[in-house]
């Protein structure tokens, strides 16, 4: 007996078949998630270090600005990546 997720997804392959990407498409995706997994790592390195910064100087009113612009960025990265690796299964 299925699942009710098993069956729709059977029937969502029926409306919509899932195309199939071939190994340089593969290649070309693992590639953009791994430069963007180094992208977000050095923000947040970069990052981290200034918040650390402030909170060694006392600078505790700095330290929510820091938090969101970190959040931001790794968000757009996170969304740059995902708008790259679409362009490549099209």
């Not at 600078?59 to 708008?83: G, N, V, W």
């Amino acid at each position: 007996m299925k699942s009710a997720y098993e069956l729709a997804m059977e029937r969502l392959e029926k409306s919509e078949p899932q195309k199939k990407l071939t190994e340089e498409q593969k290649a070309e995706i693992a590639a953009i998630d791994e430069r963007f997994k180094a992208k977000i790592a050095e923000r947040e390195v970069f990052l981290n270090d200034l918040i650390a910064k402030a909170t060694a100087n006392g600078s505790f009113h700095e330290i929510p600005d820091l938090e969101t612009q970190k959040a931001r960025e790794i968000a757009a990265l996170r969304e740059d990546c995902e708008r790259e690796k679409e362009n490549v299964r099209k």
